[in-house]
């Protein structure tokens, strides 16, 4: 079972070349926020046996409003080392390898805790943050002084 070429991203781990892929369109399930975020990975050269890591949080276009992080490269890597060491043979012939990573192991994958975005209207901010985080969004009426009808002054 081979992954498609489009939209996939090349990356070196160990020396040894891969591509990594997230479905563009969420799947029914993933939309929905039933099932997590799935990212596919394969060596370009010689496909064999593709990996399917199932990572804990929903994807960043959920429309439910579920956390998420960004998938970069250092997160790919890490779960490449962890499938092979989980006895992934790329080269080999056969079904797909699926690792589930868990929200423990993020933080050995990534090097440092997951920051997590929560979609919101425009963009995303960090768990914990406020509207002063949304880089395209201004607050329209404060929340520190009471609403008396008329639209906030610029200051």
Known sequence: MAMPR???????VDGTAFRWRIRRRPTHRQGNGWSPLTVT????EEPGR???VSLPFARPDNP???RTIAVRPILVAGCIRRALERGWNPG???????????????????????Q?????LWGM????????DLPRCTEIWSRDKQNTGQAPSDP
């Open 125 to 132: 901010i960090p768990e914990g943050g406020g509207i002063e």
């Open 92 to 114: 080999q012939p056969g079904s797909a390898f699926t690792l589930t990573i868990t929200e423990d192991e993020l933080t050995a994958l990534l090097g440092e805790p997951p």
């Open 116 to 120: 997590y975005l929560i979609p919101f």
């Open 64 to 66: 439910l409003g579920e």
């Open 50 to 52: 593709v990996l399917v």
């Open 6 to 12: 489009k939209g996939s991203r090349p990356i070196n």
């Open 41 to 44: 990975v394969e060596r370009p």
